[in-house]
């Protein structure tokens, strides 16, 4: 488990050391600080050649930060979008638009290449339970998995079978803790001893009107 809280590591405005996360916050205007500089530390502290499992892709962002986290180490994202089908996101002209603007493959690919972390991330432009049942053809154990996708109680309970594929001392985090996503991933670890709760978000300090909230999971290494 962490023993350094992402609360306390925000309180401080240690993210201001990550030279690259600060970077990539500044190309940022929709998501706060803190939520994508808790990613950046829960990626922080994985074993080399770590793989993360993203649920939801939305405008890239969380996902290039995780990639920034794991880049010398060696690691991999998978992330998972259905709305980057037609080569385009959901996210470009609807609710990220007076943020961003236009979002779409193409952008996302151009800001790797800026980054220079091409090859860190795979997107796969696919509903979740889709690729879900064909994961056990990948045959790859999770170190980092982080669900952000649908947020009814089905969606999230369908992507809760990624659980299974977290290895022992893996993670798992989730965006948005309340109402219908608290409730499913509670019922669906409730039979599953392995996994805890080992930080659970609460209102933020500074922001305590916006729900952008982070919990932590983690499974026991004699899973």
């Known amino acids: ?11 401080k405005n240690e993210y201001e050391d990550f030279v690259e996360l600060r970077e990539i916050l500044r190309a940022d205007k929709w998501q706060r600080p803190d939520y994508l500089a808790s990613l950046y530390f829960y990626a922080k502290v994985l074993k080399p ?20 986290s794991i880049k010398e180490k060696g690691g991999h994202i998978i992330t998972i979008d259905p709305s980057y089908q037609d080569g ?12 961003h603007g236009e979002f779409s493959y193409d952008v996302f690919m151009k800001r790797q290449a800026q980054d220079k972390i091409e090859g860190v991330i795979t997107l796969i432009p696919d ?3 889709n690729v879900l049942t064909r994961w056990n053809d990948y045959r790859y154990g999770i170190d980092l998995l982080f669900i952000d996708g649908a947020h009814t109680y089905d969606d999230v309970s369908r992507d809760c079978g990624f659980f299974d594929y ?19 991933v509670r019922d669906y670890i409730k039979n599953k001893p392995e996994w805890i709760i080992d930080y659970e978000s609460t209102s933020n300090w500074k ?6 909230q982070v919990t932590l999971l983690y499974k026991k290494a004699n899973a």
């Open 1 to 11: 488990m962490i023993d350094e809280w992402p609360d306390t590591f925000l309180r």
């Open 49 to 68: 050649r770590c793989l993360i499992v993203e649920i939801g892709t939305g405008s890239g962002m969380s996902t290039l930060v995780m990639a920034h």
């Open 88 to 99: 385009g996101s959901i996210f470009g002209d609807a609710h990220h638009g007076s943020f």
């Open 127 to 129: 509903f979740s339970f």
């Open 166 to 184: 977290v290895k022992p001392e893996g993670l798992c985090a989730v965006d948005d803790w309340f109402f219908e996503i608290e409730t499913a």
């Open 207 to 212: 922001y305590p009107n916006q729900v952008k």
